[in-house]
């Protein structure tokens, strides 16, 4: 068997448009985990935070020989000059929690990740501190675990909310396993209707930075074909 990209992501949606018509199994190990694979690569989901992408990395080293391990998704744009949307390949990632900086094979810019969401305050400081454009929860994660194995790191990250978007803290609705609660979100918006606009116009754009990122790595997985 060939060596395959290994793409860790955290959630399903991110990677809906890049693995529609792959082969799929869901609960993997009962353990919540989404596995696609192709003839070129093997995507794996199992939630938010650095956990549950070690049972993510875990599950597509399952599969067979792996080529390299790359981290894609959502992130948050930390300046202005970040368009929702666009797909980012950052250089550097800096674990915000241990201070850790690590190199992917390729790519301009920082992103720094980071234990829980960053609101619109937390991305100015991230922004200052670590002169970083992007933030996530899983990179550092990835990346570390890339440097264990010794495989080659890259990322692909679309921006989902630009550094001015303003939105409440988002983490209670995650179970321990690092998957939205819909449901209890759902029943939080209900009784406050001055929210269900910015609710709509953040599933605009993570729809948008999915399908931009889908694109992306399918075009990249393409010009760049596997030995």
């Known amino acids: 068997m060939k060596a395959r990209k290994a793409i860790v992501a955290a959630l ?4 809906a448009a890049l693995v529609r018509g792959w082969q799929r199994e869901e609960a993997l190990l009962a353990k919540k985990i989404l596995l696609a694979w ?4 093997v995507v794996a989901c199992a939630g938010m935070g ?16 792996i080529s390299e391990l790359v981290s894609i998704g959502w992130v948050g744009g930390l300046h202005s000059g970040l368009q929702v949307g666009q797909v ?21 810019g920082v992103l720094v990740t980071v234990r829980s969401f960053a609101n619109a305050t937390e991305k100015q400081r991230l922004h200052a501190t670590y002169s970083a454009d992007l933030v996530d929860m899983e990179a550092a994660a990835v990346a570390r675990l890339a440097q264990a ?16 978007f303003a939105f409440p803290e988002l983490s209670r609705f995650y179970t321990a396993e690092g998957w939205f ?8 918006l209900i009784p406050r209707p001055h929210l269900w606009g910015k609710v709509i116009q953040m599933a605009r754009n993570s729809k948008l930075a999915a399908a931009n990122l889908g694109k992306t790595v399918q075009q990249q997985m393409e010009s760049r074909p596997q030995q």
């Open 12 to 15: 399903p949606r991110e990677v």
């Open 38 to 41: 192709n003839d070129d690569a």
């Open 50 to 65: 650095a956990a549950r992408v070690s049972l993510a990395v875990q599950a597509v080293l399952s599969r067979g020989p």
């Open 88 to 108: 980012y390949t950052p250089k550097t990632v800096i674990d915000a929690a241990t201070g850790e900086r690590f190199s992917a094979e390729s790519g301009a």
């Open 149 to 164: 194995h010794q495989l080659p790191f890259r990322m692909w990250k679309a921006v989902s909310d630009d550094n001015a």
């Open 181 to 188: 609660r819909e449901g209890a979100f759902a029943m939080y």
